[in-house]
Each structure stands twice: as structure tokens, then as C-alpha cells.
């Protein structure tokens, strides 16, 4: 296991790896920052934005699209200019943007969630690059995991206040909540972000439950990874050859013994699969520019 960040974040999430650049993307909400890690040179930038951000993705320019807390918006890498695409939940004020995914044809899905976490405020949208916004769930308590498996006319995304991921139709979606789930952690633990690897498998971070699970498409269990820290929250597969694992992980809701303890927890680490044979493809960029 490899450390990737050069410091210890409050909730990192939404690892994003650009096969183009060769680097990996990755956020820390609270922070408000978006952060970057340049594989072959080992460097790392970031940028401080004035809101909280939740996403990043690459796009068909130099700029990045980055999920603000209630607004979807360019980021000039240069500059650090936001240039504003829609708004989110500006009508619940307190929402906020959480997981966030581009589908297979570059159009954005994003979730939100009520910051407080307190109530099933948050919503799930759909954005064209054009800045189109359709609502296509709410009643949504931390909306996380966005995976599309079009082999299987698929579209995996749950809800980490219930604790249950749902394999939704995919692209002839409709509401899929109130059947079998495709899996359900057990109580105590969040079903927090995933990625699909080149089998089709689900791969979840559980928060609260230090490892990461990959999950057959029959939601079989077929392999756990254990953590050196509590919270990993996402994950996705980069690198070269795409046999990478890069795991972003939370310090939040953590006591100082814990965090003594857990040395990288809040860090963004890289595990290689080259033994395990599993590879996974990069992020999906978005396709406005």
C-alpha cells in the first residue's frame, strides 16, 4: 500500500483518474479543496475553492467540472475561475452535492444530501453538458455509489442512511428502491462510494468498516481488503495498466487515539491488483468542455 496524498484530509472523496494525464483527482469537502496527483513525477497541486466540493472530473478541455455544494461549475486549473453550469438544491438550503459520476456517455449523475445528516432531503440529478437538469430520484438520505454496468443494462447507486445499494435499469431507468437490494451492509457501516472493475464486479468502501468489498454481479462477496483506517470512502481503479486501486479515506468523527492509531486515515492511498489479475477501467471525463 502506497501513500498518495501529502497530508491528512478531513473527508477525502471522489478519486477521479484521468488515463489522459496520467493522474489521479480527488477532493476533500469540508476543505473546500480539489486536489491532484501527478503519477510519473509524484507531484501534487491543489486548488481552494469558496464553497465546498464534493467531485471532480476532467472534461473535453483543459478544465476541470467540479460538484460545489449547491451548483455544478467549470474550474479554470489555471486561473482557479469557477464559471457557473446549474445550480442543485438551491431550494433545500441545507443540501449539498455528495457522490457524483459521469455515465458512459459523459453526462453527469449527482447526488445530494442534507449536510446535517439528519434528514432523506437529498436528491438525485441528471446534467447534460449543456447544463439540462432532470430530477430522477429524491427522498434520498447520503446519496452514494454511482456505477454503470451497460452489459447488464445496470446502473448501481445507494443510499448510505439505509444502508442498501439498488441495481437500478439502465438507460430505461425507473425507481428500483422499495425491491431487493443488490446488497445491504450490516448496521453500524455505510455503503459508501464504488467503482466496477473489468469483470463487472462492484467494488464498495465500507465507512466505519476499514475494508473494501468487491461484490460479484450475482452480489456475491467475492473479496474483501482490509484497512488500516476506518473510513475509506470511494475507490477507483488507474494507473498504467489500470491494475491500481486508489482509495480515498475520511479523519472526520474520529477521536485523537483513533487517529493515533490510524496514521493514514484522511490519506488517499494506492493498492496494485497486478497479483490478483484485476484490472478496471479509468474514470469517465465529462463531456462538455
Known amino acids: ?71 455544478i461549475a467549470y474550474l479554470d486549473k489555471t486561473t482557479g475561475e469557477l464559471e457557473h453550469l446549474c445550480d442543485l438544491d438551491t431550494d433545500i438550503a441545507g443540501n449539498r452535492s455528495n457522490d457524483a459520476k459521469c455515465d458512459p456517455n459523459g453526462v453527469l449523475w449527482v447526488g445530494t444530501m442534507d449536510d446535517a445528516e439528519k434528514v432523506a432531503s437529498g436528491r438525485l440529478w441528471k446534467i447534460t453538458p449543456e447544463g439540462k437538469k432532470t430530477l430522477m430520484l429524491e427522498g434520498i438520505g447520503i446519496a452514494n455509489t454511482l456505477a454503470w454496468d451497460e452489459s447488464r443494462g445496470r446502473f448501481y447507486f445507494g443510499d448510505s442512511m439505509t444502508r442498501k445499494v439498488h441495481a437500478f435499469p439502465y438507460p430505461e431507468f425507473y425507481d428500483v428502491r422499495k425491491q431487493t437490494p443488490f446488497f ?59 491494475m491500481t486501486l486508489f482509495i480515498t479515506s475520511a479523519s472526520v468523527a474520529t477521536n485523537d487515539e483513533t487517529l493515533a492509531n490510524q496514521p493514514l486515515a484522511g490519506h488517499v492511498v494506492a493498492i496494485d491488483l497486478t497479483k490478483m489479475n484485476i484490472a478496471g477501467a479509468p474514470s469517465q471525463p465529462f463531456a462538455g468542455a
Open 1 to 71: 500500500m502506497k501513500q498518495i496524498s501529502t497530508q491528512r484530509h478531513q473527508l477525502a472523496e471522489g478519486p477521479f483518474w484521468s488515463q489522459a494525464e496520467q493522474a489521479l483527482y480527488w477532493v476533500d469537502i469540508p476543505a473546500c479543496q480539489v486536489w491532484r496527483w501527478h503519477q510519473a513525477s509524484n507531484e501534487t497541486q491543489h486548488w481552494t475553492l469558496p464553497k465546498k466540493v464534493s467531485a471532480v472530473f476532467t472534461t473535453q478541455s483543459d478544465r476541470l467540472l467540479v460538484a460545489l455544494s449547491d451548483e
Open 184 to 242: 445491504e451492509v450490516k448496521e453500524g457501516i455505510g455503503a459508501d462510494g464504488s467503482c466496477l472493475d473489468a469483470d463487472d464486479c462492484l467494488w464498495n468502501a465500507n465507512w466505519d468498516g476499514a475494508r473494501i468489498v468487491r461484490y460479484s454481479p450475482d452480489g456475491e462477496v467475492l473479496q474483501t481488503i482490509e484497512l488500516p483506517f476506518s473510513k475509506p470512502t470511494c475507490c477507483v481503479f488507474g494507473g498504467e495498466n489500470g
